[in-house]
Each structure stands twice: as C-alpha cells, then as structure tokens.
C-alpha cells in the first residue's frame, strides 16, 4: 500500500487512528449490566461481532431481540446516549493513538485530502477529533447516524475523488463491506492477539507504523 498514488484516504476510528475499541466494549458492558451476566456476554459479542455498526442500531437491536422489550422510545434512546457519551467520550479523548497513526496522518495531509468515516454520532466524533488535536489534518469528518456506506458515497461525491484511487483504512468488516460498495481500495488493522475479521485476501497491518515513509 505504502508507495501507492492515492488521490485521498478515508480513516475509521476506533481501532485506527485511536486504541479505543476496549473503551466502547466496556461501556455497553455497563450499560446493560443489570440485566445479568449472560446479557453482557451477549451485549459484547454482538458489539465485537458488528464493530462500526452506530451505537443506535445496537440499542434497538439488544432492546428488541435480547431484551425482548417493545421499541425504544426517542426518549429512551436518547438516555441510553447520553449515558454512553458519559462513560467513552474523555476516555477515547485521553487514550492511546494506534501506533503510527498521528505521523502517517500528519505526513498524508501535507499532500492528499483525508477524511474520517465512523460509526461514532457525528457531532461526539468531531468533539473528540478536535480535542486530540487532529482537526486541521482532516477535510471532513463524518459519523452516524447515516450508514458507513452513505458516508463514504458523500465524501466521494462531494469532494469530487475517483473511487478506485482511494484507499479506505478499517478495523471491521463493515469498513471493509462500505469500502466494496463504494469500489474503494481497503486496508484492515487487526492488532496483534485480536482476530482477524477479514476475508483471507484482504491485506492487513498490526498498526500503522508500516505505512510510514
């Protein structure tokens, strides 16, 4: 990948740029540890099985086939967020970059626009990219409650980028599926002990240090 003539390359968050992914696991943990242990356990894995999937979608998800309880209301999800917001946003703020990532993306941005694409709610993601200090590196930076793939359509169209000459950066395979839909090029982060979500053909890299001049 490194060495490739790339017009531009659209970052996910958590698990890429930050090692944020335990934090996130953690809180809906809590968030659903009243209901008993084989709750959580089920909380997580599905959480761990649809990285990059909105938070919103989980909610509805646990609160209707896990919980078995009628839909949420708009106010009930909007408690659950708040809640969430609460337990991840100072620590995703205060926690470890993937390695490599701050100096691969402050080198990208000196020559190719970069973008963000996340499942994070848009207005929390753009918080904690400005207080990381990452803000002047990115063109845009977009998150749910629109899907991945929309995301990505948007910044292809507004920015005016051919597909098949960006390179799309992700630690799930929906990264991976809205990178396909989009026709873009993908690159997985699996960091080392973590299993690989990927297809066996998709190229993949512990962290980021590798992509570095």
Known sequence: MRGTNWQSIIFDFDGVIVESGDIKTNAFADLYQSYGDPIV???VRYH??????SRYKKFRYFQQR?????????????KLDETFSRL????VINSDSVPGA?????????RIPLFIASGTPEMELNTIVTRRGLGPYFTGVRGSPKLKEALIAEILSA?????ERVLMIGDALIDYQSAQINN???LGRV??????????????VPDLQSLLP
């Open 41 to 43: 356990k089920e909380v």
């Open 48 to 53: 761990k099985l649809n990285g990059g999937l």
């Open 66 to 78: 896990l919980l078995k309880k009628p839909p949420l209301t708009q106010n009930e999800e909007d």
């Open 88 to 91: 991840v946003v100072e620590a």
């Open 102 to 110: 701050d100096e691969f993306i402050q080198v990208e941005a000196s």
């Open 159 to 163: 920015h005016d980028l051919t597909p």
């Open 184 to 186: 873009l090029a993908f």
């Open 191 to 204: 960091r080392i002990g973590d299993k690989n979500p990927f297809p066996e053909h998709v190229k993949t």
